[in-house]
């Protein structure tokens, strides 16, 4: 997440499959401290070339730094 994101202002949250947005995750806040996104999608893959990319995104008109490296986290499952 971001720190202090100010009242009205979005966080996204992004996967990109091969370099193509796949799944997005809107979140307006109320004056929180911190700001959180979650987006979570099942993506099937080709076995060989696909991959994927997650980001974040935030819409304040200053620089938001992250809340650092124990809070930020991304994971996979393969289901067979």
Known sequence: GFVSLVDGKQMRGMLYKNGSVFAVS???FAGTTYSTAFVGALIYFNGT???VEAYG???DTVARNTTGTTEISFGGFKVA
């Open 49 to 51: 070339t696909d991959y």
């Open 26 to 28: 809107y979140n307006q």
């Open 57 to 59: 995104q935030q819409d």
